[in-house]
């Protein structure tokens, strides 16, 4: 896997633009697509128990919220997330660090699909008009 | 309830939805050939990327296995040395602006070369490193300041080493010598050493000369260095240690 990201990297690194992100973050947003690519190639029933262990938490929300509040890169962000109504928040964050399909995170919270969609995107937009701003 | 899902589209979300990743596989994959495909859809995904990437900060360093970081320098002498085989003279890439063609392929290579290769150091710093350094790396762009840089520099403050990986270094002239400097705020240069001709270069550093940070730069010596000790040659880049 690793090695995966790293080539990937490597192939991707004339796309890079400073201007738009730190070189860690980058790395870290290749990392994650590969991952979830990953995810998604192996099938999620394999994936289930190795996330849920890699994070404190089911769904990874607060302590990732948590974590937020440390990095200056991420104030903003932060602080868009807090106008949110909580649920979208909540599943926007999961989402976010779950990796998971809008049929897991409906399934997971029990709602219908049509729901979760909603939720996540309705949060999305007003999290766009805040971050634009 | 489900009739909510008639609100939005997923089209219309296709971008937000990939960046967030609740997309299924097909549907991922179907997002990932339009990237390549429509620029306008690209940048959208990329403009998603720049409002949610913040949350990575939260993701907390791992120590991977051992033994990675010297397969993942294997791997870079080898593609640096491929990457070498079509750049030019050294020489001709400091005085680089005049050769528009020339221009761009340089900035390709720094492209592959200079991220490529400071994104590894950093995901080997970030995930490989064994111990992990108390203290943060430092790295510089060492360049002609209007070309493209020569080599991209990784300073481990606590291994007292730095690794050095040509970017647009062209092939070596036999009659001179890249020696390597560190220049702190106060003082003569320091000399690091002569640059041997090859891939990533792993260079020893005393510990006390990384007590300050300072900025390195490279200059044209005659072969096998200096003869006094001190710059003689012309200054063919330089780059400013800064912190990842």
């Known amino acids: ?133 | 309830m489900s009739d909510q899902s008639a609100e939005f589209s997923d089209e219309d979300f296709l971008a937000s939805d990939y960046v967030l990743g609740t997309l299924d596989g097909a549907a991922r994959l179907k997002a990932e050939r339009r990237i390549r495909r429509d620029a306008a859809f690209a940048r959208e995904v990329a403009d998603w990327e720049e409002r949610l990437s913040p949350m990575l900060a939260a993701v907390a360093p791992q120590e991977p296995p051992a033994g990675v970081w010297s397969e993942i320098e294997a791997d870079l002498a080898r593609m640096a040395r491929l990457a070498r085989a079509p750049a030019a003279d050294v020489r001709q890439s400091v005085s680089v602006p005049r050769a528009g063609r020339q221009v761009s392929s340089f900035w390709q290579w720094f492209g592959l070369g200079s991220f490529g290769l400071l994104t590894a150091s950093v995901l080997a710093l970030f995930l490989v490193s064994r111990p992990l350094p108390q203290q943060a790396p430092l790295t510089a762009s060492i360049s002609t300041g209007s070309g493209p840089p020569l080599y991209t520099a990784v300073v481990y403050p606590d291994l007292r080493s730095a690794t050095l990986v040509p970017v647009s270094v062209g092939s070596a002239d036999p009659r001179h010598s890249h020696e390597l400097w560190l220049i702190e705020a106060e003082g003569a240069p320091r000399s690091l050493g002569v640059l041997q001709a090859g891939g990533a270069l792993r260079i020893d550093i005393p510990a006390e000369l990384l007590a300050t940070g300072g900025v390195l730069a490279i200059t044209l010596e005659p072969a096998g260095g200096s003869p006094t000790g001190a710059p003689t040659g012309p200054v063919v880049g330089k780059g400013e240690l800064q912190a990842i």
């Open chain 1, 1 to 133: 896997m690793l090695q995966d990201v790293y080539l990937t990297v490597w192939n991707k690194a004339e796309r890079f633009d400073p201007g738009r992100a730190s070189p860690i973050t980058w790395l870290a947003t290749i990392a994650r697509n590969r991952s979830i690519d990953r995810r998604r190639a192996i099938g999620p029933r394999a994936f289930n128990r190795p996330v849920d262990e890699a994070l404190d938490h089911p769904d990874g929300a607060p302590d990732a919220l948590a974590l937020l509040e440390r990095h200056d890169e991420s104030r903003q962000l932060q602080d868009c997330l807090g106008t949110l109504d909580e649920r979208s928040r909540t599943a926007i964050v999961a989402a976010f660090f779950g990796g998971r399909t809008y049929d897991e995170l409906a399934s997971n919270e029990q709602v219908p699909l049509g729901t979760m969609k909603s939720v996540i995107r309705r949060g999305l937009i007003r999290l766009k008009g805040c971050l634009d701003r």
